[in-house]
């Protein structure tokens, strides 16, 4: 699951996804992206620009290591858990 509160940031998570899907890394449970609902940016306004994209890792395809675990250089991560903090 992947939350974007951008769309700068939303367009490469959504390529990122489709290629991952493309290679059988990744099945994309969401057509569409969810928005949160009226309600939902009434009791909290800054729900408005939030968009939610869903995938299951299949653990199949070539971006997979030794481990199971999708190489975090491969998709913009620095290695470790140095972008956590």
């Not at 099945?27 to 949160?36: D, E, F, N, W």
């Not at 009434?42 to 729900?47: E, G, H, V």
Request: hydrophobic share 35%; with cysteine.
């Amino acid at each position: 699951m992947i939350l974007s509160y951008h769309s700068l940031e939303d367009r490469p998570v959504k390529q990122c996804f489709q290629r991952l899907a493309q290679e059988g890394t990744l099945k994309i449970l969401t057509k569409k992206v969810i928005q949160a609902s009226d309600a939902e940016i009434a009791a909290n306004p800054r729900a408005r620009s939030v968009k939610m994209r869903v995938a299951e890792k299949t653990g199949l395809g070539s971006t997979l290591g030794p481990a199971n675990e999708i190489d975090p250089d491969q998709h913009g991560m620095p290695p470790g858990k140095a972008w956590l903090q």
